[in-house]
């Protein structure tokens, strides 16, 4: 971690702040994100102690706190006990509305990217794998767990299910070298998917395989892809929550505004 940005330095913005009319606190969350947008501290950086900032600004420590405490809510800030307060990591980021490659996303970020094979087996489906595929229950399907890392990190636990019959080689593939959803895109030219998103606690072996204490939540995706009309694969994906978000942009169609509508 690198040593404490000085925001005492910033005497414009300080002046600033006192002809803004916003609650004060307001103004404080406002002044260390602008600060942390702007490259004033850069991820890693420790920020100023409650102490320096109530003297900074002249105001309680309880508005202090309260700025704080919604910076970390909003994942800007991050807290060490014992050590301080510093700029949280950015996130990892998904879209939501699209199927893209996670090593290239990783790529894309120039970071680097890696994953572990923990499972690669023929299985029967289960009542679950066998609604979700579409297929007769224990039906022969083969199954990956695989774990996603982005600079050594993990992001992503993906447990995966494919029909034997519709991709009979899938046991056959080295999974470190290309991800399932790469080999999948190969195979099937992919038109459609559901996805469906939960917050959830991790189980004890996804805390393990994502290494995350027991009660850091985390956003579990539930994803179906159809080529067509065939459904091709049934994928559970989860991230820490404190580590990837997901984002999803759409476009809306037009419509006509209230006064035109009006006439």
């Known amino acids: 971690m690198r040593k404490t940005a000085s925001i005492a330095t910033q005497n414009q913005q300080a ?10 606190y307001q103004q404080i969350k406002q002044f260390i994100s602008d600060a942390i947008r702007n490259q004033t501290y850069a991820a890693g950086d420790k920020i100023p102690t409650e102490a320096e900032l109530v003297e900074q600004f002249a105001v309680s420590r ?16 991050v807290r060490y006990p014992g050590l301080g307060t510093f700029v949280a990591p950015p996130k ?16 894309a970020r120039g970071h680097q990217y890696a994953s572990q094979v923990l499972a690669l087996n023929e ?19 083969f199954h990956s767990l695989i774990v996603h890392l982005e600079n050594q990190l993990p992001i992503q636990l993906e447990e995966r299910y494919v029909a034997a019959s519709i991709l009979p080689h899938y046991l056959q593939q080295d999974f470190t070298q290309k991800t399932p959803n790469q080999y999948l895109s190969e195979q099937y030219a ?4 559901e996805h ?26 539930s994803r179906r892809t159809w080529s067509g009309e065939r459904l091709i694969s049934f994928a ?7 580590r990837y978000k997901l984002r999803s942009v759409m476009s809306l169609p037009a419509q006509p505004s209230a006064n035109l509508a009006a006439r």
């Open 196 to 221: 469906i998103v939960e917050a959830i606690l991790p189980s004890q072996p996804a805390q393990d395989y994502l290494k995350l204490a027991a009660q850091v939540p985390c956003l579990q995706v």
């Open 92 to 107: 990892a980021e998904s879209p939501l509305a699209e199927i893209r490659n996670i090593a290239e996303e990783v790529r």
């Open 236 to 242: 559970i994906l989860t991230h820490p929550g404190d």
């Open 123 to 141: 299985q029967q489906a289960s009542e679950r794998v066998a609604m979700q595929l579409g297929i007769p229950l224990h039906s022969r399907v």
């Open 15 to 24: 002046q600033e702040f006192w002809v803004d009319l916003r609650p004060r």
């Open 62 to 77: 309880m508005t202090v706190n309260k700025a704080l405490r919604d910076l970390v809510q909003e994942g800007l800030l």
């Open 190 to 193: 992919l038109s459609s998917m």
